[in-house]
T-cell receptor, first 112, second 116 residues
Framework: DTAVSQTPKYLVTQMGNDKSIKCEQN?????MYWYKQDSKKFLKIMFS???????INETVPNRFSPKSPDKAHLNLHINSLELGDSAVYFC???????????FGPGTRLLVL | AQSVTQLGSHVSVSEGALVLLRCNYS??????LFWYVQYPNQGLQLLLK??????LVKGINGFEAEFKKSETSFHLTKPSAHMSDAAEYFC??????????????FGKGTLLTVNP
């Protein structure tokens, strides 16, 4: 069974469109995260939710809106996509500290 | 705020040679430190972590890392490289962001290539 899964794996879209990425974890963890990995492989946290509550919001444009319907799911909706949004987006989850974060396989977003 | 510096964006070794990937951190509180590996087109996988117990930490696939507080370092080593070790390696430090939540701050990664 996949611990942290993301859909879709690849996403190619036009500038200005709205898209969503879904993430699910079956590890029973309380905390979930979204990271962005840019073309130079640099990883930066975007958001973190703990038990459906937003904990971390790292100066991300408000075109990005995370939603956690329950603690096993954390979705990322992106409005008005821009070229600079092209990246790999990783979902992760963890339980109590000290944290080991378990990562999903990533969603490769390409904005044309 | 925490930060991580990985010295060398690209390290190339021969198969069977020692692997040494360098990581230095800055932290105002005792850190938790991690090494993750990313194989091409995959997510990140935990190699090992330091959580204030033993300073020499053993991980998967024969890797180990030593926490040296005086040098603020957490270098990753493996005695003998294998072709399958070729991947991107990330050092990360954990920052307590409040409550039960921790934020990982990653270094910029080191690409390890292994030559036959």
């Amino acid at each position: 069974d996949t611990a942290v899964s993301q859909t879709p794996k690849y996403l190619v879209t036009q500038m200005g469109n709205d898209k969503s990425i879904k993430c699910e974890q079956n590890l029973g963890h309380d905390t979930m995260y979204w990271y962005k990995q840019d073309s130079k492989k640099f990883l930066k946290i975007m958001f973190s939710y703990n038990n459906k509550e937003l904990i971390i919001n790292e100066t991300v444009p408000n075109r990005f809106s995370p939603k956690s319907p329950d603690k096993a799911h954390l979705n990322l909706h992106i409005n008005s996509l821009e070229l600079g949004d092209s990246a790999v987006y990783f979902c992760a989850s963890s339980q109590e500290a000290p944290e080991t974060q378990y990562f999903g396989p990533g969603t490769r977003l390409l904005v044309l | 705020a925490q930060s991580v510096t990985q010295l060398g964006s690209h390290v190339s070794v021969s198969e069977g040679a020692l692997v040494l990937l360098r990581c230095n951190y800055s932290s105002s509180v005792p850190p938790y430190l991690f090494w993750y590996v990313q194989y091409p087109n995959q997510g990140l996988q935990l190699l090992l972590k330091y959580t204030s117990a033993a300073t020499l930490v053993k991980g998967i696939n024969g890797f180990e890392a030593e926490f040296k507080k005086s040098e603020t370092s957490f270098h990753l080593t493996k005695p003998s490289a294998h072709m399958s070790d070729a991947a991107e390696y990330f050092c990360a430090v954990s920052d307590h962001s409040g409550g039960s939540n921790y934020k990982l701050t990653f270094g910029k990664g080191t690409l390890l290539t292994v030559n036959p």
